[in-house]
């Protein structure tokens, strides 16, 4: 059976009414280095207003997901090309069917499987984000893809190992 835009929408819940399912942070370190993204981040792009960050934000992207519960939230994404508001979760269906243009994960004991695979998958195969970087504030294990055609490709580092993202225009890396 085939659906109509509009017959979709109308099976969609409000996304107004979803708020995010998102675990809280790991430890303090973990919250920190969240802190610290989001700041940056903000400042360096203090005279926007197209773009929103979200931090530890649940995003839904589809009515199976809802149904299974299979909630995936980003620690830290951005989306270029919208407005900058407050949001409970990030959804897809109410924004235009916009996914993030980058997503940061924060490596944990817990995550970080899941993290370099079933969501790198995820953001590689379903959400398409251009850009993906993850981050360990323990291990200092640090990594960044870019995805080319199909695939995301490992972004090589300069002479100081810090990864270019075209999606932020900046450098993100350890000092």
């Known amino acids: 059976m085939v659906l109509t835009a509009q017959e979709l929408e109308a099976l969609m819940p409000d996304g107004q009414q979803l708020l995010s399912d998102e675990p809280e942070m790991e430890s303090s370190l973990h919250y920190m280095q969240l802190l610290l993204l989001v700041t940056c981040l903000e400042w360096w792009w203090r005279g926007r207003e197209d773009f929103f960050i979200g931090a530890n934000l649940t995003i839904y992207f589809s009515r199976q997901q ?3 519960r ?14 900058k508001q407050p949001r409970n979760a990030w959804v897809v269906w109410e924004e235009d069917g916009k996914y993030p243009d980058v997503i940061i994960e924060l490596l944990s004991n817990s995550t970080a499987d899941t993290d370099r695979g079933v969501k790198k998958n995820l953001y590689q195969n379903q959400f398409r984000t251009p850009e993906y970087f993850w981050f360990s504030p323990e291990t200092l294990e640090f990594a960044g893809f870019r995805l080319q055609g199909n695939q995301y490709q490992s972004i090589s580092a300069n002479n100081i190992g810090w990864l270019w993202s075209e999606t932020l225009q900046l450098y993100l890396g350890i000092s």
């Open 66 to 68: 809802l149904r299974n």
């Open 70 to 83: 299979d909630f995936r939230g980003p620690d830290f994404f951005l989306v270029k090309g919208t407005q």
